[in-house]
């Protein structure tokens, strides 16, 4: 079982910055792959980047790519998303999810996830 806990959300202009963090517990962090998601009012949560067990895989929606990074620190437990040059559109709950292996893609199965932080982006 892992735990995930997502901060960092809040209140950011167009064309700020960021940094969300996900912090892991239970199995070991090291074994997952790690999946940052997103869900606007009214919309289906869609994928926005993962990473694999080692960080040196990632994988980006096309929306975020150049805009966003996403990063692990085994050692913490922790997996971040920085968002640089934030949109209106980036306006969401972002959800941290874990899989239960040790890759990650945008169609992997995803079976742990936090609860979600707001980012609210305004113009």
């Known amino acids: 079982q892992v735990r995930l806990v997502e901060s960092g959300g809040g209140l950011v202009q167009a064309g700020g910055s960021l940094r969300l963090s996900c912090a892991a517990s239970?199995?070991?962090?090291?074994?997952?792959?790690m999946g940052w998601f997103r869900q606007a009012p009214g919309q289906e949560r869609e994928f926005v980047a993962c990473?694999?067990?080692?960080?040196?895989?990632?994988s980006y929606t096309d929306s975020v790519k150049g805009r966003f990074t996403i990063s692990r620190d085994n050692t913490k437990a922790t997996v971040y998303l920085l968002m640089n040059s934030v949109k209106n559109e980036d306006t969401a709950v972002y959800y941290c999810?874990?899989?239960?292996?040790?890759?990650?893609?945008?169609?992997?199965?995803?079976?742990?996830w936090g609860q979600g932080t707001q980012v609210t982006v305004s113009s």
């Open positions: 239970g199995r070991s962090f090291n074994n997952n792959g």
């Open positions: 990473i694999d067990w080692s960080g040196r895989y990632t």
């Open positions: 999810a874990a899989t239960a292996i040790a890759q990650a893609g945008p169609n992997s199965r995803y079976d742990y």
